[in-house]
Each structure stands twice: as structure tokens, then as C-alpha cells.
């Protein structure tokens, strides 16, 4: 399983991005997908993430000016990110749970991560 995450790029503050993440290869079924992010020195940290049946969640930091959707039909996520902070810069990363059989439990799989760079 291939995650190929697209879209990051050096945005000014108050800006936008839409981040864009396809999921490919053996997959019998994907039960959510989302975006995680990591800033310098700090640890990997939830942004946001969406199941099969359209239920989100997202990270305090960023409800009201990010928001995640998911294309079922095309195993994809995406991240539109508005009002973009410093403090968002950050490799963000795709994940989704992915079970390649019917009889294989749920995995995570990861992208290589997009780099976000907010700044004047």
C-alpha cells in the first residue's frame, strides 16, 4: 500500500493550501484516512481525519479553519487548509487504515510527507 501526498508549498500567513493524498495498491478496504503533522523538534501530532462513513475529527488547533473530506471511489483525502499561522509550518503526513483482506485487521500505512511553510 502507497500513500502519495501532493499539494504542500510556502504559503503567507493568512493564506491557503489544499493538500491532496491518494491511497494505491492492495487494498481490500480503508476504514479512515487523515493528516498528521511534525513540526522541527517537536513530536508527530494529530491534524485531522475522516472514516468511510464521513465522521471527522480534527485537532483544537485548526477546527473552524482546516477541513477534511475523503473520496471513497478514489481512496483519496483532502486537507484544505485557510487562514494558515506560522505555526502550522510543518511536514504533514497522510495515514490511512488499511486492511488488504478480508481477513487481515486494519493497518496504518504512511506517506512520505508534504512540506507546509507558512511565512512572510
Known amino acids: 500500500v502507497q500513500l502519495q501526498a501532493s499539494g504542500g508549498g510556502l504559503v503567507q500567513p493568512g493564506g491557503s493550501l489544499r493538500l491532496s493524498c491518494a491511497a494505491s495498491?492492495?487494498?481490500?478496504?480503508?476504514?479512515?484516512m487523515g493528516w498528521y503533522r511534525q513540526a522541527p523538534e517537536k513530536q508527530r501530532e494529530l491534524v485531522a481525519t475522516?472514516?468511510?462513513?464521513?465522521?471527522?475529527n480534527y485537532a483544537d488547533s485548526v477546527k473552524g479553519r482546516f477541513t477534511i473530506s475523503g473520496d471513497n471511489a478514489k481512496n483519496m483525502v483532502y486537507l484544505q487548509m485557510n487562514s494558515l499561522e506560522p505555526e502550522d509550518t510543518a511536514v504533514y503526513y497522510c495515514?490511512?487504515?488499511?486492511?488488504?483482506?478480508?481477513?487481515?485487521?486494519?493497518?496504518?500505512?504512511w506517506g512520505k510527507g508534504t512540506q507546509v511553510t507558512v511565512s512572510s
Open positions: 495515514n490511512a487504515e488499511v486492511r488488504r483482506s478480508a481477513i487481515m485487521n486494519y493497518m496504518d500505512y
Open positions: 495498491g492492495n487494498i481490500f478496504s480503508i476504514r479512515s
Open positions: 475522516v472514516t468511510r462513513g464521513d465522521s471527522t
